[in-house]
């Protein structure tokens, strides 16, 4: 059924740009209501269902984020992954299809048919799987770290988004052993005995070089890298010759900022051990999109891997809030805020 025209609907607008890591991104967005508007040929309205919230979009909300995507414009909705339904038609896309997008930031959104994308949902075990960073974790830990049999691999950040699906993604293609690194001794076990690492370090104990010895004495082969600042410092002290390093993320300097954002790097040590050190984007192509999704489903129904997810309730009005609380290290997994039952 079509909304009524009676009734607006709300987007979450970028207010004002963010000055810098230490200013929440709560505070430069507001709720604007947007009135309803009718279809034009070829048009489509939307009921979003689930929202994915990543540490990215606080970067975005910057005036120059300097990332390989669009910066968020001011007094306008915000723009990211979401789930939601078909409502409207006014083009080939059937009233009831559960559809992929990128303007998760709104309750209802209206647009061409081709914007969104419609779910096999006979491959899931539910809508909401298809918001992961699984194309991020699997492009860097098999593309760019190349990881496979008898790799000792690395994950910093492992309980986020990407990196608890980076660190199964390398079980999967057969290393030998995973560590991933985290914030609290709650998630040590969460990565251990939900996620299947074999072993995880809780980073805020100060012990990383030390742990990281203890754990891969011969050193890691592979480091997944989300966090940066001293992890990073520790992983090169910790690779085997020839190690792979697939720089992804920074999450340290991302709250805060300061010193620990910037790893200083040891050049001669990375020299003598030949280290590979590759920072990447992902900038979701047929080709990366069509090679997680190969092994994803699968994957998941051979329970090879989980979905890591942490829902929250609320609607869209949390979810700025929600933000703040990922990069404040809130939660696990990939982070999703339901919008409408």
């Given at each position: 059924?079509?909304?009524?025209?009676?009734a607006?609907?709300?987007?979450?607008?970028?207010?004002?740009?963010?000055?810098?890591?230490g200013?929440?991104?709560?505070s430069?967005?507001?709720?604007?209501?947007r009135?309803?508007?009718?279809?034009?040929?070829?048009?489509?309205?939307v009921r979003?269902?689930f929202?994915q919230?990543?540490a990215?979009?606080a970067d975005?909300?910057?005036e120059?984020?300097?990332?390989p995507m669009?910066?968020?414009?001011?007094?306008?909705a915000?723009?990211?992954?979401?789930?939601?339904t078909?409502?409207?038609?006014?083009?080939d896309?059937?009233?009831g299809?559960?559809v992929?997008?990128?303007?998760?930031?709104q309750?209802?959104?209206?647009?061409?048919?081709p914007?969104?994308?419609?779910?096999?949902?006979q491959?899931?075990?539910?809508?909401e799987?298809?918001?992961n960073q699984?194309?991020?974790?699997?492009?860097?830990m098999?593309?760019?770290a190349?990881?496979?049999?008898g790799?000792?691999v690395?994950v910093s950040?492992?309980?986020?988004?990407?990196?608890?699906?980076?660190g199964?993604?390398?079980k999967?293609?057969?290393?030998s052993?995973?560590?991933g690194s985290?914030?609290?001794?709650?998630?040590v076990r969460?990565?251990?005995?939900d996620?299947?690492?074999?072993?995880?370090?809780?980073?805020r104990d100060g012990?990383?070089a030390?742990?990281?010895a203890?754990?891969?004495?011969?050193?890691i082969?592979?480091?997944?890298?989300t966090?940066?600042g001293v992890?990073?410092?520790a992983?090169?002290h910790?690779?085997?010759?020839?190690?792979?390093f697939?720089?992804?993320?920074?999450?340290?300097?991302?709250?805060?900022?300061g010193?620990?954002?910037?790893p200083?790097l040891d050049?001669?040590?990375?020299i003598v051990k030949?280290?590979?050190?590759r920072?990447?984007?992902?900038?979701?192509?047929?080709?990366?999109?069509a090679a997680?999704?190969?092994?994803?489903?699968?994957w998941?129904?051979e329970?090879r891997?989980?979905f890591?997810h942490?829902?929250?309730d609320g609607?869209?009005?949390?979810a700025p809030?929600v933000?703040?609380?990922?990069?404040e290290?809130?939660y696990?997994g990939?982070v999703?805020v339901?919008?409408h039952?």
């Open positions: 059924m079509p909304s009524s025209p009676a607006p609907t709300r987007d979450v607008v970028l207010a004002r740009h963010r000055p810098g890591p200013t929440l991104p709560s430069c967005v507001h709720l604007q209501d009135p309803w508007s009718p279809l034009r040929p070829g048009q489509v309205r979003n269902e929202l919230v990543t990215v979009m975005l909300m910057s120059e984020p300097g990332l669009p910066a968020y414009a001011l007094h306008e915000l723009w990211g992954g979401a789930v939601g078909v409502t409207e038609s006014a083009a896309l059937p009233v299809t559960v992929q997008h990128m303007k998760g930031w309750e209802e959104c209206v647009d061409e048919a914007v969104f994308y419609p779910i096999p949902l491959y899931l075990p539910g809508r799987y298809v918001l699984g194309v991020t974790a699997y492009h860097g098999v593309d760019v190349g990881v496979g049999a790799d000792v690395f950040g492992a309980a986020g988004g990407v990196g608890s699906l980076a199964q993604i390398a999967a293609r057969g290393a052993t995973v560590i985290t914030g609290s001794a709650e998630k969460y990565l251990v005995d996620l299947g690492f074999d072993a995880a370090i809780n980073y012990r990383i030390e742990e990281l203890e754990l891969a004495p011969q050193g082969d592979v480091f997944f890298d966090v940066g992890q990073f410092e992983a090169v910790a690779a085997a010759p020839d190690a792979r697939a720089l992804c993320g920074a999450l340290a300097g991302q709250v805060g900022g010193t620990e954002s910037a200083r050049i001669m040590t990375a030949q280290l590979v050190i920072p990447f984007s992902t900038l979701h192509t047929p080709e990366q999109l997680w999704g190969s092994h994803y489903g699968q998941l129904a329970g891997i989980v890591p942490t829902i929250v609607g869209l009005a949390v809030d933000l703040d609380g990922l990069l290290g809130r696990r990939n999703l339901r919008l039952d």
